[in-house]
């Protein structure tokens, strides 16, 4: 047979897959990993549970992709300033502290240290690649003379999530969440990080 006369496979639905990883996360928050049912998940996303073993044969697999939605999902803006980049993924960092993505993502990692391959994929796959972003982004500023040569990166990328959460700990989800909180968040770190007037001789 030709390939013109081939029958062609069905075309994959994406909002099959968004309706399967939000009926995981509402399976994870419900019940935790250890609890976590593939067919309860095919009966809250109201699909066929071979639908859902064809694009997850893996259970640890849908757990870790229903995690990662909770996530940042970060990407290296590449703006070519400090201050646009962090701006570019304040929202998307600051969106994570709060509920009930926090509590959820903080049960579930509690939980998953019992669950080897589910953990160390999700620090890799998100947390690592998450800071990794974050540390790119004061790397490049350091390279363009945006901040001193002194500045960790590494340091300069806990620190800024570190405001951010304690931001959430200490004054809700309007000081993280608010545009106008999180220019002064930038601000703060761009401002005190920016090179000082060389000392006079």
């Known amino acids: 047979m030709s390939p013109a006369g081939r029958p062609r496979g069905r075309r994959r639905d994406p909002s099959i897959d968004a309706r399967v990883l939000r009926a995981a ?23 066929d549970k071979r639908g859902i073993y064809a694009r997850w044969p893996d259970r640890d697999r849908l757990v870790l992709d229903a995690l990662g939605t909770l996530a940042a999902g970060l990407t290296v803006p590449g703006t070519g300033a400090l201050r646009t980049d962090l701006l570019a993924i304040v929202p998307a960092v600051a969106a994570v502290f709060t509920s009930p993505r926090l509590e959820i993502l903080q049960r579930c990692v509690q939980e998953a240290q019992d669950h080897p391959a589910i953990y160390a994929g999700f620090r890799r796959d998100f947390v690592d690649h998450c ?15 945006e901040i001193p ?10 620190a800024f999530l570190g405001v951010i959460l304690t931001r959430v700990s200490f004054s809700g989800e309007a000081s993280v969440l608010d545009p106008g909180r999180q220019h002064a968040v930038v601000d703060f770190f761009v401002t005190t990080l920016e090179p000082g007037e060389p000392a006079p001789t």
Request: proline share 2%.
């Open 149 to 158: 040569g002194t500045v960790d990166p590494e340091l300069a990328c806990e």
């Open 25 to 47: 996360v509402d399976e994870l928050a419900e019940r935790g990993i250890a609890g976590f049912s593939t067919n309860s998940v095919a009966a809250r996303a109201g699909v």
């Open 131 to 145: 800071m990794a972003v974050v540390e790119d982004v004061f790397r490049s500023a350091r390279r363009r003379g």
